[in-house]
């Protein structure tokens, strides 16, 4: 469901210029010299998810998940490399490819004013569904996601965790075949985590593919079918939980990472 080749992202950043430094510069009234570079965010990293399949892209923050998810989302453009989902290739009909997409960033704003059920409705109507088709959808989508007790309330008024399972039947309400996250559980109290975490099991087993981002290496383990560690903006390992502890001869994927990222002289600072 989903195919990525060879993918990689540039952007310009500034940066100390060594090579302009000076006496002057130890003075706290001049600024250092700057200057303007490229680095790949996203370093030629090529991947499948199938049908059925939970991937987890685990690694810390900076360590490039959200700009490859942006990527996949179709909010970013590649600077190259190749990206089809759900048979659809991004070169050639993005739009229908986006269609079959469930995207939760993580920093999806909702609108304050409108209920869950009102903000469902909206959303179901960008997708071009009649009346019944939204109504069957949210009631569906309420059962799924527990949100009976909140479903005619204003957002404005919800908790963090109501916020997310809310932003997450936004992606639900067209039934897409692919979902991606952007660490869904982030800053979530333990039930609120369950719930989507049970709400990825659930769309799974109905032959979906879900793939999201996470440094939560422990709920990646009880959840991801398949694993692929990030790093400066590659993969550094991948496989299943099982496959990564018998390949590098531990029992938890956090020693992995850490292993893995020291081996290669550095850790992200962060």
């Given at each position: 469901?989903?195919?990525?080749?060879?993918?990689?992202?540039?952007?310009?950043?500034?940066?100390?210029?060594?090579?302009?430094?000076?006496?002057?510069?130890?003075?706290?009234?001049?600024?250092l010299?700057?200057?303007?570079?490229?680095?790949?965010?996203?370093?030629?990293?090529?991947?499948?998810?199938?049908?059925?399949?939970?991937?987890?892209?685990?690694?810390?923050?900076?360590?490039?998940?959200?700009?490859?998810?942006?990527?996949?989302?179709?909010?970013?453009?590649?600077?190259?490399?190749?990206?089809?989902?759900?048979?659809?290739?991004?070169?050639?009909?993005?739009?229908?490819?986006?269609?079959?997409?469930?995207?939760?960033?993580?920093?999806?704003?909702l609108?304050?004013?409108?209920?869950?059920?009102?903000?469902?409705?909206?959303f179901?109507?960008?997708y071009?569904?009649?009346?019944?088709?939204?109504?069957?959808?949210?009631?569906?989508?309420?059962?799924?996601?527990?949100?009976?007790?909140?479903?005619?309330?204003?957002?404005?008024?919800?908790?963090?965790?109501?916020?997310?399972?809310?932003?997450?039947?936004?992606?639900?309400?067209?039934?897409?075949?692919?979902y991606?996250?952007?660490?869904?559980?982030?800053?979530?109290?333990?039930?609120?985590?369950?719930?989507?975490?049970?709400?990825?099991?659930?769309?799974?087993?109905?032959?979906?593919?879900?793939?999201?981002?996470?440094?939560?290496?422990?709920?990646?383990?009880?959840?991801?079918?398949?694993?692929?560690?990030i790093?400066?903006?590659?993969?550094?390992?991948?496989?299943?939980?099982?496959?990564?502890?018998?390949?590098?001869?531990?029992?938890?994927?956090?020693?992995?990472?850490?292993?893995?990222?020291?081996?290669?002289?550095?850790?992200?600072?962060?």
């Amino acid at each position: 469901m989903i195919e990525v080749r060879d993918l990689c992202k540039s952007f310009t950043r500034v940066v100390k210029d060594e090579n302009k430094k000076n006496k002057k510069t130890l003075s706290k009234n001049i600024k250092l010299k700057t200057k303007k570079e490229d680095f790949l965010a996203v370093n030629n990293v090529s991947f499948t998810a199938d049908k059925g399949e939970i991937i987890g892209i685990l690694g810390p923050n900076g360590a490039g998940k959200t700009t490859l998810l942006r990527m996949l989302g179709g909010i970013l453009t590649p600077t190259s490399g190749e990206i089809k989902i759900a048979g659809y290739d991004y070169s050639e009909d993005k739009n229908a490819a986006k269609k079959e997409i469930g995207y939760l960033s993580g920093n999806t704003k909702l609108y304050n004013r409108l209920s869950p059920r009102e903000l469902l409705s909206t959303f179901g109507s960008l997708y071009d569904m009649d009346k019944e088709e939204i109504e069957k959808s949210i009631e569906e989508i309420i059962e799924v996601m527990d949100m009976e007790s909140f479903i005619d309330n204003r957002i404005e008024n919800l908790s963090t965790g109501q916020n997310q399972r809310t932003s997450i039947a936004r992606c639900l309400i067209h039934s897409p075949q692919v979902y991606i996250f952007d660490e869904p559980t982030l800053g979530l109290d333990v039930i609120s985590s369950k719930s989507i975490i049970d709400f990825m099991r659930h769309e799974r087993d109905k032959g979906k593919t879900v793939l999201y981002s996470t440094h939560y290496m422990e709920e990646a383990e009880t959840l991801c079918d398949k694993i692929y560690m990030i790093h400066k903006g590659e993969f550094i390992a991948s496989g299943s939980c099982e496959e990564l502890k018998e390949k590098y001869n531990t029992n938890n994927l956090r020693d992995i990472f850490i292993n893995l990222a020291s081996q290669r002289g550095d850790l992200l600072e962060d």
